[in-house]
């Protein structure tokens, strides 16, 4: 991060399922402590929405961890159901936080995945053909419903596709505080990426690269502040070690993306050089607009 001039990172503290969020957060310290090169904070990852981790969400607002990630996908692992993200919403309304959101509908994705596999579609491309950007849509759209009921802000981390973008852009025109972010990966890269038999699994991340004619709608919604900056989702995996392990099944390739070293200066060229975006615009994604949200 320091490398590609980013002064300040946001990881993501991890509450193992069963345990507490203090827990998750101690161990984050512990490994930040001494290690780290530039200023850090954490969003926190709620993996169980219960009495006792609504509870702590107070705390930690006041300590300055004033977000909480949660995941309409990966059922069994950090999925969330309707209830859990209304009462999270619920309690971020009165506490001052802010429900951040992995929004794919994560069940319906488990059936088209299994449907895939099983007619022998197995090379990572499919990762990117059974998340259907519609699942994206649906899910950014339910969460916006659930966060209007509530009264509460809503953040949309990682955003691929233009169905979400078009349902949150209705919903700032609404008057909903609702946000959200892109990634450099979903700017410059496309489903072609994973089209190159097993190398196309360095391109796994969900949600997936999608066909080139969203970068536009993207991009579009970066000028328009329909989206408000550009993070990344750093999330590298060894392509030897790790990623090997989804060979014969694209659902068992570990997702995520490097990009914290090089989302300024992709930013940088690919907006302001290529004509998409001012040197203001520019500052705005990349510092000001993340500074002020979190």
């Known amino acids: 991060a320091a490398f590609g001039g980013t002064t300040t990172i946001i990881d993501f503290a991890v509450q193992t399922r069963g345990r507490s969020l203090r827990e998750g957060l101690d161990a984050w310290h512990a490994k930040a402590e001494g290690n780290c090169a530039i200023d850090y904070g954490f969003h926190m990852i709620m993996s169980d929405v219960n009495e006792a981790t609504l509870d702590e969400m107070d705390g930690l607002v006041e300590e ?118 892109t990634c450099p990966q979903y700017l410059f890269l496309s489903l072609d990426d994973l089209g190159n038999g097993f190398e196309g699994a360095k391109f796994v991340c969900s949600p997936p690269l999608r066909p080139a004619d969203h970068q536009e709608d993207l991009w579009r919604a970066l000028v328009r502040d329909d989206i408000q900056l550009v993070a990344t989702d750093h999330c590298p995996f060894d392509f030897h070690d790790q990623k090997q392990l989804g060979q014969g099944d694209f659902r068992k390739i570990p997702n995520g993306l490097p990009g914290v070293e090089d989302r300024v200066d992709l930013l940088h060229d690919g907006g302001v050089v290529a004509g998409r975006i001012s040197k203001e615009r520019w500052v705005e994604v990349c510092s000001a607009a993340p500074a002020r949200m979190f």
């Open 64 to 181: 300055g961890v004033t977000d909480f990630k949660l995941f309409t996908a990966y059922p069994g692992v950090f999925y969330s159901d309707d209830g859990a993200i209304f009462r999270a919403l619920q309690r971020s309304e009165r506490n001052g936080g802010t429900i951040l959101i992995h929004a794919e509908n994560g069940i319906a994705i488990d059936v088209v995945a299994e449907q895939a596999v099983a007619a022998g579609n197995t090379d990572p491309y499919y990762h990117g053909v059974v998340r259907y950007p519609v699942f994206e849509g649906e899910a950014t759209n339910r969460v916006i419903r659930l966060a209007e009921a509530a009264g509460a802000p809503v953040y949309f981390v990682h955003m691929s596709a233009r169905d979400a973008v078009e349902t949150l852009q209705a919903a700032r025109d609404r008057g909903v505080p609702a946000f959200g972010e």
